[in-house]
């Protein structure tokens, strides 16, 4: 259809603990997305890069360090970050151009490199900075976050740490067969509740780990689309792009924050922050849940993956154990949730992971997403979530 | 023993109040009445405000538990270990209690000798001030939350 965008190509380098520079992965991915939409890099009138924060100066320039080590080429260039939703802070960059007339065709790239263990502030003592102070005066990690919201579905909804580990078997059976995941091996609910305890009630094998990792797309309007082969058949189509921040009051402590607004004044929102975001997508495109084929949601910890049934609109507040354990978000369920394996086989690579997550729903809605397709898939989304008030979805359509 | 200095943790200076009956210091926007902690350097956070004056009010000491975890890992710097960086790491609870009046939920570390078991959502809590670590000669404060009614065996903590 005239005047929309489309993904025409998709790639990424493979999730891990590679320990390389992040300009390689990133490299590889666009390569691979560029190969994928059947378009010469010295076409690409636009770079969009989302930033990594842990490699220095080359990372807060991501776009342009791409855009170098590609060989220049005098395309135009933008740099995003916005937490873990950096990868569709910069395709939305992308899109908007296209949308606006702009430019013909855009190279959307994030890539990253981390270290081990918890994700900690950057060093030196910052007591203006919240997340600087809930590391200083709470201890609180971001599984301390995570694990609020898990003990809130236990206590209000009657999950059980199994409902969670379940979670975890089910994304770790449908990564199995993903190239490009991390950990691909079967995980048991007895694996998981085996695993220590890191922040009650989630376990270690229930905290998405840090990755390395790259993911790109090439990204075109429907005319220049029209005149490029790219992949067989009609491409998948951008039907919308949310990157909303919470309403006041934001009544759910947040990363990185210590304490939420005040409802003393104005009422909490009818949506809260997280069902606001896919929400504007789905009022973007003029789809409902109901037209979902398939769903990939931030799956930071196993009860995350939870709160996102309800906060997308998959069922209703408190019922998302009951659509676990009736098998509808298996990947031969009536909506498969995850189909990648999610970030329990990726771990999060954070500039890259929101378009990792458009990566597979476009392999999902093309056929290609061999041993983990959604059988006749044609509508889906993502949803992310980042610190800072950030979060994003994308519905895309063929 | 000599007399040990109490100062607030580095980041919380005003934040709370010490004493009998200490309270986490809040902020009051004096043109819509909204309430906001910690302390508000910009501006009121209601879009529909323009207020930009504030008084300094008392929170509620007593709120419930709007949820909780514990940190069963050594949490990463600028988190101090209160016994020094060679002691070993001792978990400790975090709730997050929201306070009815004010309409907000705020975080924070709970007493020590205090379990997950003890916990649950909904249950009464009260404010209390307590060492965050120590050095030398200066005791670091923090505010935490205590079990109103703690449950049995468990001594509440120190305060």
């Known amino acids: ?398 | 023993m000599t007399t040990r200095t109490r100062v607030p943790a580095l980041g919380a200076e005003g934040w709370f109040s010490d004493g009998d009956e200490p309270a986490l210091l809040g902020r009051r926007c004096t043109t819509c009445g909204t309430y906001a902690f910690p302390k508000v350097d910009f501006g009121c956070p209601n879009p529909a405000c323009v207020g930009v004056d504030f008084e300094e009010v008392p929170l509620s000491r007593r709120g419930t538990v709007w949820s909780y975890t514990d940190a069963q890992y050594r949490p990463p710097a600028p988190y101090v270990v209160p016994g020094g960086d060679g002691a070993e790491h001792e978990p400790f609870c975090i709730a997050a209690v929201h306070l009815e009046a004010e309409g907000l939920t705020i975080m924070g570390q709970v007493v020590s000798g205090v379990g997950i078991d003890d916990l649950t959502v909904g249950a009464e809590m009260e404010l209390v001030v307590d060492v965050l670590f120590s050095d030398d000669e200066t005791d670091h404060l923090v505010w935490k939350w205590k079990p109103v009614a703690p449950a049995t065996g468990a001594d509440g903590g120190a305060s």
């Open chain 1, 1 to 398: 259809m005239a005047g929309d965008v489309v993904v025409l190509g998709v790639g990424m380098h493979p999730w891990g603990k590679w320990g390389r520079n992040f300009v390689e992965y990133g490299v590889a991915a666009a390569r691979d997305a560029l190969r994928d939409a059947g378009v010469d890099w010295s076409e690409v009138q636009f770079v969009s890069g989302a930033d990594t924060m842990r490699n220095g100066y080359p990372g807060y320039v991501s776009g342009a360090t791409f855009a170098q080590a590609l060989g220049w080429n005098g395309a135009r260039v933008a740099s995003s970050y916005a937490a873990c939703a950096s990868g569709v802070t910069a395709i939305e960059a992308a899109r908007t151009r296209i949308l606006a007339g702009m430019c013909d065709v855009a190279l959307v790239v994030g890539a990253d490199t981390t270290p081990k263990g918890f994700l900690a502030p950057n060093a030196g003592d910052r007591p203006t900075d919240p997340d600087w102070l809930r590391f200083r005066l709470v201890g609180a990690t971001n599984p301390t976050y995570f694990a609020l919201s898990a003990r809130r579905r236990m206590d209000l909804y009657g999950a059980t740490s199994e409902d969670f580990a379940r979670v975890k078997v089910k994304n770790a059976s449908n990564g199995l067969s993903n190239p490009n995941a991390r950990y691909q091996k079967p995980v048991t609910v007895e694996d998981v509740l085996a695993s220590p305890i890191v922040a009650n009630p989630l376990h270690l094998l229930e905290i998405c780990a840090t990755s390395d990792g790259g993911a790109a797309l090439v990204l075109a309007s429907a005319e220049f689309a029209a005149r490029h082969a790219g992949s067989a058949g009609a491409p998948v189509r951008v039907a919308a792009v949310s990157t909303v921040t919470p309403s006041y009051p934001q009544t759910r402590i947040d990363l990185p924050d210590l304490a939420t607004d005040s409802t003393a004044v104005v009422a909490e929102p009818d949506r809260p922050f997280k069902e606001s975001i896919a929400f504007a997508a789905y009022e973007e495109a003029g789809i409902g849940p109901e037209d979902l084929s398939l769903a990939e949601v931030y799956d930071l910890s196993t009860a995350l993956e939870l709160d996102w049934y309800e906060d997308i609109g998959l069922c209703g507040r408190g019922e998302a154990e009951g659509l676990l354990r009736d098998g509808a978000t298996e990947l031969d369920g009536r909506i498969p949730v995850n189909p990648s394996g999610g970030l329990a086989c990726f771990g999060e690579a954070v500039p890259a992971q929101a378009i990792a997550q458009v990566c597979e729903v476009t392999w999902q809605l093309r056929g290609q997403a061999t041993g983990r397709q959604v059988e006749g898939a044609t509508v889906g989304i993502t949803a992310n979530q980042g610190l800072f008030g950030h979060g994003s979805s994308v519905l895309l359509a063929r």
